[in-house]
């Protein structure tokens, strides 16, 4: 025997009865030296090479991990594509262990196959001995074997690098490994074969839950901005109600450190200040740096949402039409859904629309959501009007072409205007959406919004309703309490009433920092009256005219208490108001 094995042989002998390594071993290669003698009763002395299983065993373990198999070759394939030049090979081990997928240089095919690092043949660690994919296997952690880490004096020549593949439940379900038949001495030459593997593994689970889980969103992590989009750290996949039903094996590292497990089940708003509803917002329209989600320790990572491909349950037409975008913008309220069903046709369109509103009524949401369903990736350049310079349309002229977002367009001075008149027309890539919080018209006498820019803009006008007249103001209330959600928060029933009968001029922009005063200054969980803030001044009523005490009548479902909260005048009134008008309920 070769004195170098015997030295090996010792060396195990010295470990295993309770004496130091001289070789600085890492101290998982001497609890699996440990697992081989005590556990598995394996003989480091005994040269067998290579265990390969029958054809038929081996088809039915490809057969068995065929989807992760189909999906992990092509990340196989171009890990193997960086390291073709120095004569790697690549196996793709399944949870059993049994190598059903391999890639090396077919000149060394003889040699690979007596070595083990072959279709077909088994590294589980109970048969091998310490090994690259069966200590992964055992540790479900990424390891280096590196030559006589090994414990079988036949596999000491080798260096083996091997990563866990976890499925979307979280389960160990196979192991990338690449091996050298011969290596440089130290350990640490393998450092960059250690994160080639890691890499490769974790785009191989990222791939697996894209494909797993078309139906659902998926929201993706990373630590830096630069990445997220091309090569993110870890992902998880949300049902419709934001419980986590998938997840590559990061995602527990990034989201639970202290556990790692236990990630299938929870609900994202217990993880991170974030809700279901926050999803849109997250989705390619918007820059990555302003994707920014704090974890409930504190810690801040940046997401990218991507929509279900399919609809998960086939819902009734109309809800079909409407992208997820769309349809997150509101709940039960007649006008805005049409609105939204509308706004679903006209997204994919180049048509100019301006959406008009009060301040806060969410004509910038709007604008986003109609991005994120047209644009695939594009970019979205926001303008705001009231604070544009002669610069400001320089830059646009050399920007990629996307959508342009003119926030508050009825506020610009004539120069302006004819400096984006000449912008349009030369930048015809550029989808135009104007926001305005004006009745804006084609006025060409001084001081108005000269027409032939008007006519530009206004493919179609959209007007987002003043919050007091929507009817799913209870829905737009929970929604916004579901971002306080470090304190499970709800809401009382006189709390919520007084809430729906407020006049709301600052509209949903109001309400959020209503909630979030109320949020801050409930001392249970349970937000009351007393924990709601005076209302911030109140505006001219909308019902001066018949039609808007109609309307607001309507959205009150013709409740006069109500009403008369949210005109901030007494009940009499109101019934005096309605009589007046000649109005009635309707039938
Ligand atoms: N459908 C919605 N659900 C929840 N929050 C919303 C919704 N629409 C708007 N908001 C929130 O209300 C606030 C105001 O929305 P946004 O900025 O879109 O309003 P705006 O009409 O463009 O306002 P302004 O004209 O004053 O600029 C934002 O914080 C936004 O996140």
Redesign the pocket.
């Known amino acids: 025997m070769p004195l170098s094995d015997l030295t090996h042989i010792r060396e195990i002998d010295r470990v295993l009865s309770g004496r130091a390594s001289d070789n600085h071993r890492d101290p998982l290669v001497l609890d699996s030296w440990r697992r081989c003698v005590e556990t598995y009763g394996l003989d480091p002395a005994k040269a067998e090479a290579a265990h390969i299983v029958t054809d038929t065993e081996l088809r039915l373990h490809r057969e068995q991990a065929e989807r992760l198999i189909a999906t992990a070759r092509s990340g196989l394939k171009s890990l193997f594509r960086q390291v073709a030049e120095q004569n790697y090979v690549l196996l793709l081990a399944d949870a059993k262990g049994i190598c059903v997928d391999s890639f090396g240089d077919p000149r060394f095919e003889e040699e690979l196959r007596r070595s083990g690092l072959y279709l077909g043949s088994d590294w589980s660690e109970d048969l091998a001995g310490t090994c690259g994919v069966g200590s992964c296997l055992v540790t479900g952690e990424a390891v280096t074997i590196h030559q006589s880490d090994h414990f079988g004096i036949a596999h000491t020549p080798l260096s083996c690098t091997a990563a866990p593949i976890y499925d979307t439940h979280g389960k160990l379900s196979a192991v990338l490994d690449v091996s050298l038949l011969r290596s440089p001495s130290p350990k640490s030459s393998q450092n960059l074969a250690m994160n080639l593997v890691k890499a490769s593994a974790r785009r191989v689970e990222m791939a697996n839950l894209m494909a797993m889980t078309r139906r659902d969103w998926v929201l993706r992590f990373s630590t830096s901005p630069e990445f997220l989009e091309v090569d993110p750290e870890a992902a998880v996949a949300l049902d419709g109600s934001g419980r986590i039903i998938g997840m590559t094996h990061a995602a527990g590292t990034l989201l639970m450190p202290d556990t790692g497990d236990g990630l299938i089940g929870k609900r994202i708003d217990a993880l991170l200040d974030m809700s279901v509803d926050d999803l849109p917002d997250l989705m390619r329209g918007r820059p990555a740096e302003e994707r920014v989600l704090r974890l409930k320790d504190g810690r801040g990572l940046y997401g990218h949402a991507i929509a279900p491909q399919q609809a998960r349950v086939a819902p009734h037409r109309s809800a079909l039409d409407i992208p997820a975008p769309l349809a997150n ?2 709940g039960a309220d007649p006008a805005l859904n049409r609105l939204q069903r509308r706004t679903a046709r006209l997204a994919p369109t180049q048509v100019p629309l301006i959406l008009q ?1 009060e ?7 709007f604008a986003r959501a109609i991005h994120v369903c047209a644009a695939q990736g594009r970019a979205l350049h926001v303008v705001r009007c009231t604070a544009v310079g002669s610069d400001t349309w320089q830059s646009l002229q050399t920007a990629p072409s996307g959508t342009l977002f003119l ?2 367009v009825d506020e610009l001075d004539p120069t302006a205007q004819s400096a984006l008149l000449e912008l349009i027309e030369q930048r015809t890539d550029f989808r135009v959406i104007s ?1 305005c ?1 004006t009745d804006l018209r084609a006025d060409d006498r001084p001081g108005g919004f000269r027409a032939d820019l008007f006519y530009r803009l206004a493919g179609d006008v959209m007007i ?1 309703p003043p919050l007091r007249l929507r009817h799913d103001i209870d829905w ?1 209330i929970d ?2 309490l579901r971002r306080h959600t470090a304190k499970d928060l709800s809401l009382s029933a006189a709390a919520r009433a007084e809430l729906a009968g407020r006049p709301w001029p600052g509209n ?2 109001e309400l ?1 920092s209503v909630m979030d005063v109320a949020a801050a200054v409930a001392e249970s969980n349970v937000i009351d009256l007393p924990d709601l803030p005076m209302p911030q001044g109140t505006q001219k009523s909308d019902a001066q005219s018949d039609a808007a005490l109609e309307a607001l009548l309507d959205a009150c479902g013709w409740n006069m208490s109500r009403a008369a909260r949210r005109m901030g005048v007494n009940r009499s009134t109101v019934l005096r108001r309605i009589r007046k008008a000649g109005l009635s309920p309707p039938a």
């Open positions: 913008l509101a509103g301040t806060g009524t969410g004509k910038e949401r926030k508050g926001s919080q987002l737009l929604r916004v949903i922009r959020e």
